[in-house]
């Protein structure tokens, strides 16, 4: 498997919210990216509602280097079982580009079914199962490949820091026409509170793929959050 490091300085981070029910909440970041010897700039962009039933999720993430750019769009949702509490569907559709990994306009979609394995007073231990498919080359192909998609989330929240640890696995199931893309895709976010309301946000972001053809991909940001 080859290997890509990314590392992003994020300056600052600014999230709003709307005293609503249903919870609007808008999160900003602007700084620095680098790789390898290349520099450029970063951009993030989130929009997350949620109530007691309702869970919808947007996000935009993009840097430019040099003469390669990454950009990904992700949106999700869910909506809980009024009878079934515990139980849980989602949705999630995302497009991705990325110049210096030859990916020109990549279109990925999932849906299925979650569990809250856990939910007390600190935290969340959700996970997921459902199927996945995308498109690699979305304006010039139609070849779809298909996913079997299973995944673990804990939410844990301590009088220092919160944390957040999100492992999922895309086993491909459709026919291998060049290389096998089953992969894993992991996150950890620490976030540590300096006052009311300031925080230091740290995230590793990994895209690990089973082929040893295919590239893998990491990423480290550290961001100084404003809540208002």
Do not use: C
């Not at 249903?22 to 509602?49: C, E, M, P, Q």
Request: hydrophobic share 35%.
């Amino acid at each position: 498997m080859k290997k890509a490091s990314i590392i992003f300085l994020l300056f600052f981070t600014t999230v709003t919210g709307q005293a609503d029910s249903t919870n609007w909440k808008h999160y900003f970041r602007l700084g620095a990216a680098g790789v390898d010897s290349s520099t450029g700039a970063f951009g993030y962009y989130r929009l997350n509602i949620q109530n007691k039933t309702v869970f919808r999720d947007l996000r935009f993430f993009s840097y430019s280097l040099d003469k390669n750019s990454f950009v990904h769009l992700r949106y999700k949702s869910s909506d809980k079982y009024i009878s079934r509490p515990n139980f849980y569907r989602y949705t999630i559709t995302s497009f991705r580009k990325n110049t210096r990994a030859n990916l020109n306009l990549q279109y990925h979609f999932n849906q299925g079914f979650g569990y809250f394995i856990k939910d007390y007073d600190n935290g969340l231990i959700n996970a997921e199962l459902g199927h996945a498919f995308d498109t690699s080359d979305y304006l010039n192909a139609t070849r779809k490949t298909s996913y079997l998609k299973t995944g673990i989330f804990w939410d844990h929240n301590t009088n220092y820091f919160s944390s957040k640890l999100e492992i999922e696995y895309f086993e491909q199931i459709s026919e291998v026409i060049e290389n096998k893309l089953s992969r894993g895709q992991y996150l950890l976010q620490l976030i540590i509170p300096m006052n009311k309301n300031y925080f230091v946000n740290i995230n590793f972001e990994k895209e690990e793929f089973f082929d040893k053809n295919q590239t893998d991909a990491s990423s480290i940001s550290l961001a100084i959050q404003w809540n208002k």
